[in-house]
């Protein structure tokens, strides 16, 4: 039985897959591969991904190829219900709903992990870590799995070095059409997708602050110089910092960004990028964003406690005014790697920017888990 806000969705949901068919033909050629061949015949799918049009057909596909797929969102924000509503509708077994709660998000993915599992795909190392927590005698069934994103990888590989780590899992992260591509132009795109869609707010001339100048970083500040934007990038790396300088941007520190910027936008997979000591700084109406996996990288605890008064500018976007009579904003927009997220962070923290990943109140620990911190 399926977990999703409503099955009269499906039809809008169906539509949106078949559009996405059409425009994806290398996974369209594997489809008609599988069909033939049944790979994962006999076996089931435990899968966690931001579940919109593209990984839903990828779900179908794995589904042609023989495999029993057991679906959950890996963000709450970024499930699209009807699209979820599609897969349940064709017999697929979903656990996601848009803007669950945090327990009704472990929740579903407990749902995916207790049918016992052969193959687990993950998304920020979700499922994977439950299962070595919650489920341990189930483990003897995974045959392996695959970790997409950066934050991901980086908790796997914690585990790996302290012996935890008891299957195989292959790093999608460090495939060149991964980090090289998808990083790049789609991570770029959909930010600005995300950021647009719900600011209605032109770019154009506007000073935007990227933190991090990883894939992601590059293509983010691609994108934003593309629509126009005056962009200012901060990154610790120093070789990075200068690939920014010649690739043609202005590289500062967030002091000094914080004074200029219109838009920021953190892309770094560390925590605390922009903080209590940035916020007196910015201008009335500034927007801030995370593009990491995880939302540590702004301070939103320090946001909440500076702000004497906090107020819905817009859907999706959090107003705060500052004692100093400053506006800003936090933009919470759906796109492919999502500006909100629940948990986890990077295990060392780069103040400045750098790669890709970050929720507040939560540290990285050796074994590549999660516990609770004291907020700041």
């Given at each position: 039985?399926?977990i ?34 049944k ?12 579940l919109?049009a ?25 499930t699209?219900?009807?699209?979820a ?29 207790k ?8 998304d ?15 483990i003897?069934?995974v045959?392996?799995?695959?970790e ?9 590989r914690?585990?790996?070095s ?12 460090d ?11 789609g ?16 770019i ?7 933190s ?29 910092a ?76 959090q ?20 500006l909100?997220?629940?948990r ?12 890709s990943?970050?929720?507040h ?16």
């Open positions: 039985m399926s999703i806000k409503d099955i009269a969705l499906a039809p809008s949901g169906e539509m949106k897959i078949n559009w996405v068919e059409r425009n994806m033909p290398v996974l369209r050629g594997i489809a008609e591969e599988f069909s033939r061949e790979p994962f015949a006999g076996l089931k799918v435990a899968l966690s991904v931001h919109e593209k990984t839903a057909y990828l779900c179908r596909v794995l589904e042609m190829g023989g495999a029993e797929m057991y679906v959950t969102g890996s963000n709450p924000l970024s699209q219900d009807d699209v509503a599609a897969l349940a509708h064709g017999g697929m077994n979903v656990f996601a709903e848009y803007g669950c709660s945090e327990q009704q998000y472990e929740d579903c993915l407990r749902e995916v992990l049918v016992g599992p052969n193959i687990i795909i993950d920020g190392g979700d499922l994977v870590h439950l299962m070595h927590e919650e489920y341990p005698e189930l003897a069934n045959i392996g799995g695959c997409e994103t950066t934050t991901g990888i980086n908790r796997l914690i585990m790996a302290a012996g935890t780590l008891r299957f195989p899992m292959v790093m999608v992260n495939a060149d059409c991964k980090h090289m591509f998808d990083n790049r132009y991570t770029g795109q959909s930010v600005w997708d995300g950021i647009c869609r719900t600011t209605n707010l032109i154009a001339g506007k000073y935007v602050v990227i991090g100048y990883g894939w992601c970083g590059k293509g983010v500040s691609l994108r934003a110089k593309g629509l126009g934007a005056k962009v200012i990038v901060t990154e610790t790396d120093p070789i990075r200068l690939e920014a300088v010649m690739d043609g941007y202005e590289v500062m520190p967030m002091a000094q960004a914080a004074k200029i910027g219109d838009i920021f936008c953190t892309v770094t997979g560390g925590r605390d990028i922009i903080t209590a000591e940035h916020f007196p700084l910015m201008k009335d109406g500034a927007i801030l964003s995370n593009a990491g996996h995880f939302n540590v990288e702004v301070d939103m605890d320090a946001l909440e406690k500076t702000a004497v008064k906090k107020y819905e500018a817009r859907h999706n976007i107003g705060y005014v500052m004692p100093t009579v400053r506006r800003g904003k936090v933009c919470h927009a759906r796109r492919k790697d999502p909100h997220h629940r986890g962070q990077a295990r060392k923290p780069c103040r400045g920017g750098r790669s990943g970050g929720n109140g939560y540290e990285l620990c050796d074994t590549g888990s999660f516990r609770k911190i004291p907020c700041r």
